[in-house]
């Protein structure tokens, strides 16, 4: 079982890594904007102001992955892609059926 092993390598264990590998590619995270700021703008407290968030968002280059990221997770918190939870919940209705 532990002797499947792709290819040489010196350590078999880092081998296996591409066994438990995800199938979401999530390397957009490290372009994101928001992993350079306060993350705490982009969780709000109830009725708290998400403009900074926003802003930040609208200049990200991984905007859309961001959204989409967030819409596939049925992430319930937070601005995701630009959107707080209440708009991707809104987007969803709005972009049900559509492929």
């Not at 590619?25 to 703008?41: I, R, Y």
């Not at 982009?42 to 280059?61: N, V």
Request: hydrophobic content about 30%; glycine content about 10%.
């Amino acid at each position: 079982m532990w002797g499947v092993v792709d290819g040489p390598s010196r350590d078999p264990m880092m081998a296996l890594w591409g066994l438990f590998k995800s199938d979401n590619d999530v390397s957009w995270q490290h372009k994101a904007l928001c992993s350079q700021t306060d993350p705490e703008a982009f969780f709000p407290e109830k009725g708290g102001s998400t403009r900074d968030a926003k802003q930040i968002c609208a200049r990200c280059e991984v905007r859309e992955q961001c959204l989409q990221w967030a819409i596939e997770h049925d992430e319930r918190f937070g601005i995701w892609g630009g959107l707080s939870e209440r708009e991707r919940r809104r987007y969803k209705k709005e972009h049900r059926g559509r492929a």
